[in-house]
């Protein structure tokens, strides 16, 4: 019993581990990234506004809700009209060249 906990302990402390590392790494090329910062900018006020939308409510939660709501149906439909493409074509359906 007591292998088994010591087992699962290290195996706990060796995926911390790797988590970790995964972590730095990622946060170093964020920090590099010089639009990083640019992206994190829209990323809070584009939160605040839609917050603040959300907060007062009525008809602009409602417009607002309704365009997101199609814009991820839209999302949808192109990746959707993207996969059937490629299998169809066996190749990129895009439209936009391999290189």
Known sequence: ??????????????????????????WARVIREPSTLRIAE?????????GLVWFFGGLAWQGLLTAAGGMAASGGLVWAVRVVATVALR????????T
Do not use: K, Q, T, W
């Open 1 to 26: 019993m007591v292998g088994v906990v010591l087992r699962h302990f290290a195996a706990v402390v060796v995926f911390a581990a790797r988590v970790a590392r995964a972590a730095r790494l990622c």
């Open 42 to 50: 829209m990323a809070i006020i584009g939160s605040a506004a839609i």
């Open 91 to 98: 190749r990129r359906g895009d439209g936009i060249a391999a």
